[in-house]
């Protein structure tokens, strides 16, 4: 198969045809590089070597009434985790300037939960224009559950950026990991979202049985869709959950799976999220050719890998950071003292 020829097709803004995406998903690892090397030629059209950074705040944890199966903050969930409401403005605010400290372009504010009630409305709005007043040039993004328009308007008044709704498997795999609502429910909020002027976030969750025909659904709808980032997770098994035993990803697929994105969305952030650090193991850099954003710090309820790994991850593949006008330079201090 010539991986170039869907790179062309790619930038040339055509459809990609669905036979030579299910290819590329079996493709033999042996052709992980030149897959890779195709869909960089795709992501420096869009994002030159520039590398998003955002920055993850689990602003109100655990409690759901849903039955997300891979989540630990369900209700099904025996996972032990920390719960507790909504945090302070102050708890935001300071989380708001880790972010700025890590050059990180956006904070992702993610509450637990079906949706917002008009009071957690009210307490994200004030947190948010905070934010706004504290540091202007943040980007924010925000993630409530369902929500309709008149939700989604007052966000949007209120200074928010972006809304995160993730699809996360194929619509014929939706009744399987949630009973609670429905995969249509949650492209009505993305559509919410959009029609009140947020910029769409949405993306997937592999590792949960999904099927190659499944992975290409999921690519082609969020292309239709139009979203703006697509966050492309691999589920972190967590004991306690009913999906504590998935996974079954390689690092050869992940790789795959963040090139067809790249392919079928050339010009929408594709952001390496959850999971990179538990399948892509030492293969990690790789995904940057594809992807051009990362999350930096933890994650939901579980680890993610030291930022200052991060930053020389991208420090030594020569690409830069986003919004840091010089390439990424990690602290010296810290390098110090992990050369000891
Ligand atoms: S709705 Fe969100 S917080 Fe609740 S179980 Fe599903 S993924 Fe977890």
Redesign the pocket.
């Known amino acids: 198969m010539n991986y170039e020829t869907l790179a062309d097709l790619a930038l040339e803004g055509k459809e990609i045809p669905r036979q030579d995406l299910r290819s590329l998903l079996r493709a033999p690892d042996d052709d992980v590089l030149a897959v890779l090397q195709a869909a960089f030629r795709v992501r420096r059209a869009a994002f030159g070597k520039r590398v998003k950074l955002n920055y993850l705040l689990n602003a109100k944890s655990g409690l ?5 199966g ?6 099904v ?1 025996e996972a032990d985790i920390d719960s507790y409401p909504f945090l302070s403005d102050k708890e935001i605010l300071a989380a708001a300037g880790r972010a700025v400290n890590l050059s990180a372009r956006r904070l992702c504010l993610v509450n ?3 949706g917002p009630t008009d009071g957690e409305i009210r307490a994200i709005s004030g947190a948010v224009e905070k934010v706004r007043e504290t540091y202007p040039s943040l980007e924010i993004c925000v993630c409530l ?1 369902l929500l309709g328009e008149d939700k989604a308007g007052a966000l949007k008044a209120a200074g928010v950026d972006a809304y995160n709704h993730n699809l996360n498997t194929a619509e014929s795999r939706y009744p399987s990991i ?1 009973s609670t ?1 429905t995969y249509r429910d949650r492209v009505e909020t993305l559509k919410a979202a959009k029609k009140s002027g947020l910029s769409p976030c949405s993306g997937c969750l592999f590792g949960m049985g999904e099927t190659d025909d499944e992975i290409v659904d999921l690519a082609e709808t969020l292309g239709r869709t139009g979203v703006d980032s697509i966050p492309l997770n691999f589920l972190i098994p967590i004991p306690g959950t009913p999906l504590e035993g998935g996974g079954g990803l390689t690092p050869q697929k992940c790789l795959k799976i963040l090139c067809l994105f790249r392919f079928v969305n050339p010009k929408s952030e594709v952001r390496v999220a959850g999971g990179r650090e538990v399948h892509l193991r030492w293969l990690q850099p790789l995904g940057l050719y594809a992807a051009n954003s990362i999350f930096i710090g933890d994650y939901l309820t579980t680890k993610g890998q030291k930022p200052e790994s991060d930053i020389a991850m991208i420090r030594d593949l020569g690409f830069e950071i986003e919004g840091a006008g010089v390439p990424a330079a990690a602290p010296e201090e810290e390098f110090a003292v992990r050369l000891k």
Request: with cysteine; hydrophobic share 0%; net charge neutral.
């Open positions: 759901c009434p849903e039955d997300c891979y989540c630990s903050q369900s209700k969930s637990s939960g079906r559950g949630c609502h």
